[in-house]
């Protein structure tokens, strides 16, 4: 393992249950352990969710810089509409709203 910097850390009542039970049932051999997993768990989702909102961010400014004509939205929400008209009675009625 590499260097081990020892910190100090406050838990809530409720997480800190969570902790000592999962040592206790013999998923984790120390408490330490435990928050290593997670704190690899929420590296993990962090990094997923900061290369999703990088891919939002490029699909967007792609978006911006495109100059084209785009689509006209009426074929678009009648196709819709005839689709989910088929599996939800009364969808049809959206059209006469817009």
């Known amino acids: 393992m590499p260097t081990v910097e020892k910190l100090s ?3 809530p009542e409720e997480m ?6 999962a040592v206790e049932r013999g998923e984790y051999s120390s ?12 590296t993990y989702k962090r990094n997923l969710r900061e290369r999703g ?4 961010r490029r699909q967007w400014l792609a978006a911006v ?3 084209s004509e785009g689509l006209d939205p009426d074929p ?8 989910y008209s088929q599996s939800k009675p009364g ?7 817009r």
Do not use: G, T
């Open 65 to 67: 810089a495109d100059d």
């Open 16 to 21: 800190a249950s969570i902790v000592r039970n």
């Open 76 to 83: 678009v929400f009648d196709r819709l509409e005839q689709k």
């Open 53 to 56: 909102l990088a891919d939002l």
């Open 9 to 11: 850390i406050a838990l």
């Open 91 to 97: 969808v049809s009625q959206a059209k006469k709203a």
């Open 31 to 42: 408490n330490s352990e435990v928050i290593r997993d997670a704190l690899r768990d929420w």
